[in-house]
């Protein structure tokens, strides 16, 4: 049936204009538009956590940090994520709102510094509203906020450190917050 169709939908689209699409192709967007090379700026992607039920005020008060600083938010995503208990880090342990937050920054030291203080306001109003950041992304949290943020850490880098005793996995991440 579904073969059918598509040989159908195939010389259907040959006649029009002689041009072959796939299904996939049709539907993805030109890209092109997402393009941007300036060799002074760049993106940083930061990931937040929020229980559902503290999704209003977070909002609210994350508003609030970011009306206080100029900050180049590009955009804000937000999904669902469901709870996890199985993950010793886990940053959902509840079921989560999730806020992929697109920022475009300077590369000047002192544009950096900007925005790791506004990045670390902002995982302050997340953890005010008993939320967590994802990890991997530069090391603006401080240790503190790690600790607040993945309660579990010390657990977690104590079975590293038996199941890795030399030290042969790690990586800048582990580096920076461990030393």
């Known amino acids: 049936g ?3 169709f598509w040989d159908i939908q195939r010389g259907y689209f040959e006649r029009t204009d ?15 538009f997402m393009e941007y090379e300036n060799p002074n700026r760049t993106e940083v992607l930061q990931e937040y956590f929020v229980p559902i039920d503290a999704f209003t005020e977070y909002i609210d008060d994350l508003r609030n940090v970011l009306n206080e600083d100029e900050f180049n938010l590009l955009n804000i995503t937000i999904r669902y994520v469901e709870k996890n208990e199985n993950a010793v880090l886990s940053y959902a342990k509840d079921d989560m709102f999730a806020l992929v ?4 920054q300077g590369r000047s030291e002192s544009e950096i510094k900007k925005t790791e203080d ?20 530069y090391s603006y949290p401080t240790k503190e906020q790690l600790k607040r943020a993945y309660p ?4 977690f880098l104590k079975k590293k450190k038996e199941i890795d005793s030399e030290e042969r996995f790690v990586n800048l991440f582990y580096r920076e917050y461990t030393k």
């Open 18 to 32: 002689g041009k072959y699409e796939t299904r996939n192709n049709v539907m993805r967007s030109d890209s092109a």
């Open 152 to 155: 579990r850490i010390e657990e």
């Open 2 to 4: 579904k073969n059918t």
């Open 101 to 104: 937050l697109l920022i475009n």
């Open 118 to 137: 506004v990045i670390r306001k902002m995982i302050d109003v997340t953890l005010k509203h008993n939320g967590s950041y994802y990890l991997p992304y």
